[in-house]
C-alpha cells in the first residue's frame, strides 16, 4: 500500500537527502570538514607534555592526577615550513649533516665570562655559546633584576626581549640599577617569530626573555603560556641557540608547589635550569644549578637584594652567623655545605615547658620530621625531658638546610637552650646524628674545617670517623672528635 521506504520514494528523484554525494549537501560538509581540519582540540598534560585524544583524571605517562587540560590548536604549520621562518648566519638554510668527531671545532665550547662571579659559578664558568639557559623562581623574586644587570654589566651586545614590562619599566629599573653605558637593546614582543627575526638582523652575544610564557609562536593559535605554546617557542628558540650560536636565556614562571610552570618537556630542552630562590621577607637569594649541560649541579650562587639590585655574596657565612658577640644559650654555629660550597650558619633553639598537653615543635628552615627524631634520640638516650618541653628551632637568615651534618649543631643547640647553659661562639659543629646517638662521618669535613678556620672559629666538633687524611697541624681551628652523644654533652656542659 502507501508504506513505501525511502529507497523506493527516491528512486526516481534525484534530491536524496541520504546520499553523501548529493549537491545540496556537499557543501556544508565541506565547509565543516575545512573547519575541523583547522581546529585541533587536544588534552595536554600540564606536568610531562603527553597529549591525549580525551581528557583523563590522570596522567598515563607520568602518574600525575589533574594535570591534564583542554587545548586547541589552530593553524599547525608543518614542520618544514616552520624552520623556513629565519636562516641560518649566512642567509642559508642549515641542513644538519654528520660530521666526523675530531673535525668538530671544540671553539663552538667558548664561554662567556660575565662580571658576576656567582653567576659564573652555577653556570660552570661562564655562559657557553648557543646554550639555552633557564632561570625559574618565584614572582617578584628578583628575577628580572638579575638578568637585567647582567645585561647591564656585560660588555657584549644584548637582546633584552620582555614580554611582561613596558620599555619605560625596564628603563626606569636600568635606571635603578646604575650602569646606562651597555650596548643593551629592548624589545617589547611576544611573537616568537618576530623575536628570532630581530635576533638574526641584530646579531646580539646574548639574547635575553622575559618570560618564556608570555611567547607565542604564530604557527599554533593556543594561548600564551599553554603547554604546547611554552614547548613551541623553547623549541623555535634553542634550534636558533644551537644554529646561531648565540646563548639564550629564559625567564621561567613557577607554580605554587615550586616547579617550573609548563612541561617538564622544557626542562628538557634547555641546557641548563636554575633555579632563583629566597625568602621574600630577608634580602639574600639564592641561585641554584638543578640542571647543567656544561658544568656541575652541585653549585650555588648567593646574592643580596638591595635598593640598587642584586649584591653578590662571595662570603655568605657573613649573612648566616649572627652578628652578637654575647653568648646566649640555645645558639650554635653549624658548619653545613650547600651543594660544593661550606657555611656556617647559625642555628637557634628554644626549650621551654609545655603549656599544653601535647607540646608543641616547630622547626624554620628544618625538616620537622627530622627534629623529631633528633629530640626522640635525646630523650631515649640521653635522658633529655623534652616530652615536657615545646621546641622551636630556627636557622638565621630563614635559610633551609637539608645537609644532614647540621644535626649535632642542632643537638647542642637543644640541650643548651634545655639546661640553659651558652655554648661558647668560637666553638662550631658538623656531624650527623643516628639513631642509637652516635656521630656519624659527613662529606666534604675537610672543607667544613677550612671554612670554619677561615672565619676565625677555634674548636670544631665532629665525627671520630671522619679524620681520615686530616692533619690538625695544618690548621690552627682545634680539632674535637666524638662518637657519642654523650661525649659531646660531657665535653660541652659538664
Ligand atoms: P623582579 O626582578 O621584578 O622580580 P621577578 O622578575 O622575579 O618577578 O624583582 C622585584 C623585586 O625586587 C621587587 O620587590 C623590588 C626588588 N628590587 C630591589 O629591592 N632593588 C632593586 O634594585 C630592584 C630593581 C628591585
Ligand atoms: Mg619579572
Redesign the pocket.
Known amino acids: 500500500m502507501l508504506f513505501l521506504g525511502p529507497h523506493i520514494l527516491f528512486r526516481t528523484n534525484q534530491w536524496n537527502p541520504w546520499r553523501a554525494d548529493n549537491k545540496l549537501n556537499s557543501h556544508k560538509k565541506k565547509s565543516k570538514k575545512n573547519i575541523l581540519a583547522k581546529i585541533k582540540k587536544v588534552f595536554i598534560c600540564s606536568n610531562c607534555g603527553s597529549s591525549y585524544p580525551k581528557w583523563m583524571g590522570k596522567c598515563n605517562a607520568c602518574g600525575e592526577w589533574n594535570t591534564i587540560q583542554e587545548e586547541v590548536i589552530v593553524k599547525e604549520t608543518k614542520p618544514e615550513q616552520r624552520t623556513r621562518i629565519w636562516k641560518g648566519p649566512d642567509g642559508k638554510l642549515k641542513e644538519p649533516k654528520p660530521v666526523a668527531l675530531p673535525e668538530v671545532k671544540a671553539g663552538t665550547t667558548h664561554r662567556l665570562v660575565t662580571p658576576d662571579s656567582e653567576l659564573n659559578r652555577v653556570l660552570g664558568g661562564g655562559i657557553v655559546s648557543g646554550s639555552l639557559v633557564l632561570i625559574g623562581?618565584q614572582?617578584?623574586?628578583?628575577?628580572?633584576?638579575l638578568l637585567l644587570q647582567l645585561a647591564l654589566n656585560l660588555k657584549a651586545k644584548i637582546l633584552y626581549v620582555s614580554g611582561e614590562e613596558s620599555e619605560e619599566q625596564i628603563k626606569m629599573?636600568a635606571d635603578?640599577?646604575g650602569n646606562l653605558q651597555s650596548d643593551c637593546y629592548l624589545l617589547t614582543e611576544t611573537n616568537s617569530s618576530k623575536i628570532l627575526n630581530h635576533a638574526q638582523i641584530l646579531e646580539p652575544d646574548l639574547i635575553i626573555i622575559d618570560s618564556i610564557q608570555t611567547l607565542s609562536s604564530p604557527h599554533i593559535e593556543s594561548t600564551p603560556g599553554s603547554v604546547s605554546q611554552v614547548r613551541e617557542c623553547a623549541g623555535d628558540l634553542q634550534r636558533f641557540a644551537k644554529e646561531t650560536n648565540i646563548p639564550i636565556f629564559l625567564i621561567g614562571h613557577i607554580t605554587k608547589d615550586g616547579a617550573i610552570a609548563g612541561p617538564k618537556l622544557l626542562e628538557h630542552i634547555v641546557d641548563t635550569v636554575l633555579q632563583f630562590e629566597g625568602d621574600r621577607n630577608y634580602t639574600y637569594r639564592i641561585l641554584r644549578t638543578l640542571k647543567n649541560r656544561f658544568g656541575s649541579t652541585d653549585e650555588l650562587g648567593i646574592y643580596e637584594?638591595?635598593?640598587?639590585?642584586l649584591r653578590q655574596v662571595s662570603n655568605p657565612s657573613e649573612l648566616l652567623l649572627s652578628q652578637t658577640d654575647e653568648e646566649l644559650s640555645g645558639s650554635t654555629a653549624a658548619a653545613t655545605m650547600e651543594g660544593m660550597r661550606p657555611m656556617l650558619i647559625e642555628t637557634q633553639a628554644l626549650v621551654t615547658t609545655a603549656v599544653y598537653g601535647t607540646p608543641q615543635r616547630t622547626a624554620t628552615g628544618f625538616d620537622l620530621r627530622r627534629l623529631s627524631m633528633l629530640l626522640a634520640v635525646l630523650e631515649k638516650r640521653g635522658g633529655f625531658p623534652f616530652a615536657q618541653n615545646d621546641v622551636f628551632l630556627n636557622l638565621a637568615g630563614g635559610i633551609r638546610v637539608d645537609d644532614p651534618a647540621i644535626d649535632l649543631g642542632i643537638v647542642a643547640a637543644l640541650i643548651s637552650s634545655l639546661q640553659d647553659v651558652a655554648v661558647p661562639s668560637n666553638v662550631c659543629f658538623a656531624g650527623e646524628v643516628g639513631l642509637s646517638g652516635e656521630i656519624r662521618a659527613v662529606n666534604r669535613i675537610e672543607q667544613r674545617i677550612q671554612e670554619a678556620d677561615r672565619l676565625g672559629f677555634k674548636q670544631i666538633y665532629f665525627s671520630k670517623y671522619n679524620t681520615k687524611g686530616l692533619d690538625p697541624k695544618r690548621y690552627n681551628i682545634e680539632l674535637k672528635t666524638v662518637g657519642k652523644m654523650e661525649e659531646l654533652y660531657k665535653a660541652l656542659f659538664e
Not at 614572582?139 to 633584576?145: C, L
Open positions: 623562581g614572582p617578584g623574586i628578583g628575577k628580572s633584576t629599573r635603578r640599577l637584594m638591595q635598593a640598587n639590585g
